[in-house]
């Protein structure tokens, strides 16, 4: 994927994963690229099994990539090593799905808070303290408060507390893998508006899994749709949600609950289950489920095209 902009932090070069076991191969990520701008929010999306959350874990080199490249700032990851990989522990921080399991029971808020920060770097104790009281204050819990435990704490403010760790080293991006689908749907409000603030305020960058449209719509700049390992759909958000090209983006926004009652949409039901990544269809992965599928859907695959400036689609229909 070429890209012209200067501001470009994160770069997703053809990207693989493969898993291997007892001579079978499950090809979870299958040639991913994309790219994220500084200060602004990448949205993936895609049913459960799709790769977004394998990919997520590549960027916070929890796996390594079978192939391909991952570039920060232009360097590439896979290559970091001592200091090299110290600060890339501290420029890239994660928020997770379920703050109930995410957080340590046996420490004090203030140790977790704290830990992205003296981990990587060398701080004096009041500097620690200064800095978790600041991102404890910016993320609606008072400093006193983390003397407490986890458990002492709901479900929103536990991620609360888990935002506020993620900030404590002063990232240029934050992987959320599903930040709010754990909370109570009152509170899920509360915590996308924070994420939206602390970015405008710190300039950080998101990478946000999810399965909600209604989220993703709200939080990213750019959207990339992914089935069975491969993106095959990226656009601006706002572009991608008024003209989705590919079937299965349509499928998904179809599933959705739309945003009024009395909207009408078009309707597609897919059939079957989602095909193995241990034998993914050949052609297009999509074509045993595509209403619109052709002949040339199970032999070909599709090329990625830019149909619209910023508008990439792999679909023979285009």
Not at 31 to 56: D, M, N, P, Q, Y
Request: hydrophobic share 40%.
């Amino acid at each position: 994927m070429s890209v012209d902009t200067g501001n470009v932090i994160l770069e997703v070069e053809d990207l693989h994963t493969y898993f291997f076991n007892r001579g079978s191969t499950v090809k979870a990520v299958d040639g991913v690229s994309f790219f994220l701008r500084e200060g602004e929010t990448l949205g993936i999306v895609g049913e459960s099994g799709c790769g977004k959350t394998t990919t997520s874990k590549l960027l916070l080199r929890l796996e390594t990539p079978t192939d391909g490249e991952i570039l920060l700032d232009g360097k590439n990851i896979q290559n970091f090593r001592g200091s090299e990989l110290q600060d890339y522990r501290t420029t890239v921080q994660a928020v997770f799905q379920d703050p109930w399991s995410s957080l340590s029971p046996r420490m004090r808020v203030r140790d977790i808070v704290a830990e992205p920060l003296v981990v990587n770097r060398q701080v004096s104790h009041q500097e620690r303290d200064d800095r978790v009281a600041e991102v404890m204050s910016q993320v609606g819990l008072h400093a006193e408060q983390a003397n407490n435990y986890p458990h002492e704490f709901s479900g929103g403010q536990r991620q609360r507390i888990a935002v506020a760790s993620a900030l404590a080293s002063y990232p240029k991006m934050i992987v959320l893998d599903e930040p709010v689908s754990a909370l109570d749907v009152s509170i899920r409000a509360q915590i996308m508006n924070l994420l939206v603030d602390l970015q405008a305020e710190y300039n950080v960058s998101y990478l946000l899994i999810a399965h909600n449209l209604a989220t993703v719509r709200y939080m990213a700049h750019q959207t990339a749709v992914m089935y069975l390992g491969q993106i095959v759909e990226y656009a601006e958000t706002e572009e991608l949600y008024q003209n989705p090209l590919h079937p299965y983006t349509k499928a998904l926004f179809s599933a959705a609950l739309p945003s009024h009652p009395d909207l009408v949409r078009e309707e597609i039901v897919l059939t079957g289950e989602v095909p193995s990544p241990i034998n993914p269809p050949s052609g297009c992965r999509f074509h045993p489920r595509c209403p619109f599928a052709m002949d040339q859907c199970s032999v070909d695959i599709p090329v990625d095209k830019e149909v619209a400036p910023g508008h990439r689609v792999s679909c023979h229909l285009y």
